[in-house]
């Protein structure tokens, strides 16, 4: 879920039920093409979009993979606000080291 004005970096908090905060598109051009890459990924992925879940985060971060056919995509997400350790189950085992 993007929130909205998430996508470009609003640097101000927007209420969520009044839609009457006009958002500046321009202000984070950077952050904007990186959400359009993401964006595009997940629309170009059938694994995100159609795969089986398998999680393995804990209460520093997200991790999980999603995996159809020969396509298996690795997402890690920090949920901190400061670097986080985060040692990965051995079930991973060598399919991300090239990643």
């Not at 929130?3 to 970096?9: A, D, L, M, R, T």
């Not at 170009?44 to 879940?53: E, F, T, V, Y």
């Not at 398998?54 to 995509?73: A, G, M, P, R, W």
């Amino acid at each position: 879920m993007i929130y909205n004005g998430q996508e470009v970096g609003c640097p101000i908090r927007l209420n969520y039920f009044n839609n009457s905060t006009a958002i500046d598109w321009t202000i984070n051009a950077d952050i904007a093409a990186e959400y359009k890459k993401l964006i595009a990924f997940r629309n170009n992925s059938d694994a995100i979009r159609l795969g089986s879940l398998l999680s393995y985060s804990n209460n520093d971060v997200c991790v999980f993979t999603k995996s159809i056919n020969n396509e298996k995509v690795l997402v890690m997400v920090n949920l901190r606000n400061a670097a986080v350790n985060y040692q990965p189950p051995g079930r991973f085992g060598n399919h991300f080291d090239n990643a």
